[in-house]
């Protein structure tokens, strides 16, 4: 079956970039000529002190876009851009570990870095919009290689933006997380770049020795829920408890403020919110489409051999969610995908059997070519695949990457059946991922799942709050600009923004980190807080960022 493809809107596409582009220069010419910049405040920095600025943090901080980080990602980070406003009122200079190109990624002694279970680049380059959907850089340039090495061409610090792709909570307090002698089980590469001639000087350590009048602190605790996210719960990447997210934060804002540095600690959103687990639907198998809506017929004959089965384990007391389990494709609407769900009872062994003490089972595998004597091997096939199995609801997300995954042969699965004595062509059937098979753990997040991550995130923001107010913090509310942007969108100058993938203008390529627009809008939001708590008047003397000073997207020809 031909994978799920993003709608093609490329003739959209450039429609808007043009009128998007004469939007911007209106906007740049009205600034220019129709603002009379003497009937605004002098700027001040109230009681703040911003000559020595320091950011910690993870991805947004380092100005992670579009699944990679890059030269002009990196100067549309929201710190360097708070920092230009800093500039005009005391703030000295701000240096940041820039990559050596606009391709992103990183390689590792001239090579990049494979992950040895997918065989995929481990950094891989940027994605650009390809037409149809976001796709690798290489797809459209395939000369397109990182020149960063990790391993061979560092730059030298001390670095003022100390934001760290992936880091989570505790690794910004953990020594040696930039060693690149601890790579790659305890070190990241991204810290690798900033530790200089201090390989084991923690990422706090780095801050605290360049007695920082004014920090950031932001997506502390990010990367503690989004890795169980991202990887659809399937505990590969565990939600930090949060005593040990506690004693971090502690950690982190104990030293930055030890010399009386003031500063800005951002919450943290909703995640689920974010694009990356919203773009794809529980719904995508069109009937419409020629390599699905041909097979229903067969699909409902399987499938409702197991509702069957369901139903008569029901009717004898085995189990109480039979309709819940049950599967049906219908001809004349979206149909759900399959999943695995692993909160539903484990009922295999049940199924086999039922199967096996039904006398119509043999003529029932007739129908798919399959003689008699596989019965046996047949029923323990299906009570594997589908013990734990139902059809998706609109209460459950997926993760971005399943768009490539759904509908397609999972070859290793055919393989397998193939060695169990079907046909390779009865084997592809049985072996459509989200179709005839459950899609894995990894790829759903299930509203237990979205649960926990939500009990996680509202823990952390709570102990965000305690902390700023204890230490007289200017604080952030991330979580409600993101609810705001995720609903109704939010207004930035003359643009309404909002998560959707692509066009929504707030969220990058990659359906999590920002685009240089929503970092722009970041970067205002954090000097509003500021101004709050400090008395400057970043906000009212005109100094925030503007949006038509930045973009949604980045062109493939960027190098």
């Known amino acids: 079956m031909k994978k799920l493809k993003y709608i093609a809107l490329s003739?959209?596409?450039?429609?808007?970039?043009?009128?998007?582009?004469?939007?911007?220069?209106?906007?740049?010419?009205?600034?220019?000529?129709?603002?009379?910049?003497?009937?605004?405040?002098?700027?001040?920095?109230?009681?703040?002190?911003?000559?020595?600025?320091?950011?910690?943090?993870?991805?947004?901080?380092?100005?992670?876009?579009?699944?990679?980080?890059?030269?002009?990602?990196?100067?549309?980070?929201?710190?360097?851009?708070?920092?230009?406003?800093?500039?005009?009122?005391?703030?000295?200079?701000?240096?940041?570990?820039?990559?050596n190109d606009n391709f992103g990624g990183l390689i590792l002694g001239g090579n990049p870095v494979i992950d040895p279970s997918t065989g995929n680049r481990l950094f891989s380059e940027r994605l650009v919009f390809g037409g149809?959907?976001?796709?690798?850089?290489?797809?459209?340039?395939?000369?397109?290689?990182?020149?960063?090495?990790?391993?061979?061409?560092?730059?030298?610090?001390?670095?003022?933006?100390?934001?760290?792709?992936?880091?989570?909570?505790?690794h910004l307090v953990a020594p040696g997380y930039g060693n690149l002698s601890n790579f790659p089980a305890a070190a990241n590469p991204y810290a690798i770049r900033v530790t200089g001639n201090a390989p084991n000087a923690s990422i706090l350590e780095l801050a605290m020795a360049q007695n920082p009048t004014f920090f950031s602190l932001s997506e502390i605790g990010g990367n503690d829920v989004l890795g169980y996210a991202t990887t659809g719960g399937d505990g590969s990447n565990p939600i930090t408890p949060t005593a040990t997210f506690?004693?971090?934060?502690?950690?982190?804002?104990?030293?930055?403020?030890?010399?009386?540095?003031?500063?800005?600690?951002?919450?943290?959103?909703?995640?689920?919110?974010?694009?990356?687990?919203?773009?794809?639907?529980?719904?995508?198998?069109?009937?419409?489409?020629?390599?699905?809506?041909?097979?229903?017929?067969?699909?409902?004959?399987?499938?409702?051999?197991?509702?069957?089965?369901?139903?008569?384990?029901?009717?004898?007391?085995?189990?109480?969610?039979?309709?819940?389990?049950?599967?049906?494709?219908?001809?004349?609407?979206?149909?759900?995908?399959?999943?695995h769900d692993e909160n539903l009872a484990n009922i295999s062994t049940l199924i086999t059997q039922t199967l096996l003490a039904n006398p119509q089972f043999p003529a029932f595998l007739a129908q798919f070519g399959l003689p008699a004597a596989a019965a046996p091997q047949v029923a323990g096939l299906l009570g594997i695949m589908y013990g734990q199995s139902r059809q998706a609801t609109e209460n459950d997300l997926f993760v971005l990457p399943s768009s490539s995954v759904i509908g397609t042969v999972n070859s290793d699965f055919a393989a397998f059946l193939e060695s169990q004595g079907l046909s390779a062509a009865l084997a592809a059937q049985f072996a459509t991922e989200g179709v005839t098979l459950p899609l894995e753990d990894k790829w759903a997040l299930l509203p237990q799942e979205q649960e926990e991550i939500a009990i996680a995130t509202e823990a952390y923001n709570a102990s965000i709050l305690a902390v700023a107010n204890a230490n007289g913090l200017a604080l952030v509310d991330l979580n409600s600009i993101l609810e705001q942007a995720s609903s109704a969108g939010i207004?930035?100058?003359?643009?309404?923004?909002?998560?959707?993938?692509?066009?929504?203008?707030?969220?990058?390529?990659?359906?999590?980190?920002?685009?240089?627009?929503?970092?722009?809008?970041?970067?205002?939001?954090?000097?509003?807080?500021?101004?709050?708590?400090?008395?400057?008047?970043?906000?009212?003397?005109?100094?925030?960022?503007?949006?038509?000073?930045?973009?949604?997207?980045?062109?493939a020809s960027l190098q």
């Open 132 to 170: 149809a959907g976001p796709v690798p850089l290489q797809a459209l340039n395939p000369s397109a290689m990182s020149t960063t090495d990790f391993a061979l061409n560092n730059p030298t610090g001390p670095f003022n933006n100390l934001g760290i792709p992936g880091a989570k909570s505790f």
């Open 246 to 339: 506690d004693a971090s934060l502690n950690a982190l804002v104990g030293g930055l403020t030890a010399n009386g540095a003031k500063g800005v600690i951002g919450n943290l959103p909703n995640i689920t919110s974010l694009s990356h687990f919203t773009t794809v639907p529980y719904n995508p198998l069109d009937p419409s489409n020629p390599d699905f809506g041909p097979l229903i017929p067969t699909l409902n004959s399987l499938f409702g051999a197991l509702n069957g089965v369901y139903a008569f384990l029901e009717s004898q007391g085995a189990i109480n969610d039979a309709a819940a389990r049950s599967i049906v494709f219908t001809d004349t609407a979206a149909n759900a995908i399959v999943i």
């Open 491 to 555: 207004m930035f100058d003359d643009y309404n923004m909002n998560t959707d993938l692509v066009f929504g203008g707030l969220v990058s390529l990659d359906g999590v980190h920002l685009t240089a627009r929503g970092y722009a809008l970041m970067a205002n939001s954090f000097l509003q807080a500021i101004d709050a708590t400090y008395g400057s008047n970043f906000e009212a003397s005109g100094n925030l960022a503007k949006a038509g000073d930045y973009q949604t997207n980045y062109s």
């Open 11 to 99: 003739l959209l596409t450039l429609g808007m970039v043009a009128c998007e582009n004469e939007l911007v220069q209106d906007i740049r010419d009205r600034n220019n000529t129709g603002v009379d910049d003497s009937s605004l405040p002098e700027l001040t920095a109230g009681t703040a002190d911003f000559s020595n600025y320091v950011a910690v943090g993870a991805s947004f901080t380092a100005g992670f876009t579009d699944n990679a980080l890059f030269i002009a990602s990196q100067e549309n980070s929201f710190p360097n851009i708070m920092a230009n406003m800093f500039a005009k009122v005391g703030g000295g200079t701000f240096t940041q570990p820039l990559m």
